[in-house]
Every structure is written in structure tokens, then in C-alpha cells.
């Protein structure tokens, strides 16, 4: 079955500075792989996904990962982070049951972002 | 732009009671899906559902769970007899395609 594992629970970062978020995953096949952003009292945005072709993908807000087959990591980065960036970020993997009639995505625990000014 | 929304944003109620938790979906999405995410875990897959049937439900949806879309623009989720551990954030999401998923704001969901 496939899994997520995001290391950091929470993360603080001066406005300005840069920024990236672990993700790893297990899954037995290529993955799709998501970045989910959570602001208090919102739902999931979906911020990028990588589904095959370049590595480096990019995604709203200025935000881009890179999907590395080798160390099954798909980490979310950011060049210079802004105060509004702060939320919970989520990382998942997408899967299609055996009988690909449907597609669910699993997971991780989160990373908390704080922004200091 | 369209969204998923969910109401209500927060209901509370006591252990044993049944519950509805309503969706509307984005409008010419053809895949519905609920998931929950219980104070500090993980947001775990429930059940997703197209052509008016459940596509595939997770060990979690056990029979005091079901799901309905019963007019073509919302997208129900019932549970039958609530029990303390279903205390939970609820999610919405829906997808025109079956690889992607729109979320709605979720409902908190309080059993007392």
C-alpha cells in the first residue's frame, strides 16, 4: 500500500528566506504526486502535481518541486517565502485501485508552516 | 471560479445520534469523494463515488456510513449512529477526471 511521510511537523521561517518542504513517499508504481496547501478555516488547495515528464514541476504562488525517483522524494520549495504563506502543506500520493475504476489519494501527516516577520 | 462547498462548517452532536454532512460539488464534476482528518492525524480516504455508485470505500466506511447524491447537485454523507471517535474534520472533494480532486472547506464534525 502506498505512504507518505512528511519528517517535519513544523517549520518556522523569516519572511524573505527560502524554503523547502520534505515529502517521501512508497508507492509500487510511478506515482502521481500532490501538494496540498491548508489555510486556517479552509480547505485543501491544490498548489502542484507531477504526473510524468519534467521533474521540476511549478505550481501557484511561486511555489515548485522536484519529483526524485531515486530517493522516492517529491520536496516543495519556495525561493523567498511571504508572510500569507503560512498554513499546513500537505503532500500526497495518488493511486488507482486494481480495478482502475477509481483513484484515492493518500496522505501525509502535514508540515506546519509559521512565517516570522 | 467554482468551488466545492460544505455545510454546515461545524456540527456538534451527541453520541448516538445520526448526522448528515452536506456537499455541492462543482458542477460538471463527475467524481465525488469523502475524506476526514481526526485532530492531528493524517486526511484519510473514506469512500469515492461516480455513475451513482460507490467506487470504492476504505475498512474506515463501515455500515453506519453511506453516501447519497440525491438530485444531481449535492453529495451526502450520513452517519447512521455517531460515536465518539468519529469526532473528525470532514472533506469534500470532487474531480472532472478521475486524477484530480477539488477540495471543499470541510465540516468539523463535534460527537459529544
Known amino acids: 500500500a502506498q505512504s507518505v511521510t512528511q519528517p517535519d511537523i513544523h517549520i518556522t521561517v523569516s519572511e524573505g528566506a527560502s524554503l523547502e518542504l520534505r515529502c517521501n513517499y512508497s508507492y509500487g508504481a510511478t506515482p502521481y504526486l500532490f501538494w496540498y496547501v491548508q489555510s486556517p478555516g479552509q480547505g485543501l488547495q491544490l498548489l502542484l502535481k507531477y504526473f510524468s515528464g519534467d521533474t521540476l514541476v511549478q505550481g501557484i504562488k511561486g511555489f515548485e518541486a522536484e519529483f526524485k525517483r531515486s530517493q522516492s522524494s517529491f520536496n516543495l520549495r519556495k525561493p523567498s517565502v511571504h508572510w500569507s504563506d503560512a498554513a499546513e502543506y500537505f503532500c500526497?500520493?495518488?493511486?488507482?485501485?486494481?480495478?482502475?475504476?477509481?483513484?484515492?489519494?493518500?496522505f501525509g501527516k502535514g508540515t506546519l508552516l509559521t512565517v516570522n516577520p | 471560479e467554482p468551488e466545492v462547498t460544505q455545510t454546515p462548517s461545524h456540527q456538534v452532536t451527541q453520541m448516538g445520534q445520526e448526522v448528515i454532512l452536506r456537499c455541492v460539488p462543482i458542477s460538471n464534476h463527475l467524481y465525488f469523494y469523502w475524506y476526514r482528518q481526526i485532530l492531528g492525524q493524517k486526511v484519510e480516504f473514506l469512500v469515492s463515488f461516480y455513475n451513482n455508485e460507490i467506487s470504492e470505500k476504505s475498512e474506515i466506511f463501515d455500515d453506519q456510513f453511506s453516501v447519497e447524491r440525491p438530485d444531481g447537485s449535492n453529495f451526502t454523507l450520513k452517519i447512521r449512529s455517531t460515536k465518539l471517535e468519529d469526532s473528525a474534520m470532514y472533506f469534500c472533494a470532487s474531480g472532472q477526471s478521475l486524477y484530480e480532486q477539488y477540495f471543499g472547506p470541510g465540516t468539523r464534525l463535534t460527537v459529544t
Open positions: 500526497a500520493v495518488g493511486a488507482r485501485n486494481s480495478g482502475g475504476s477509481n483513484y484515492k489519494l493518500t
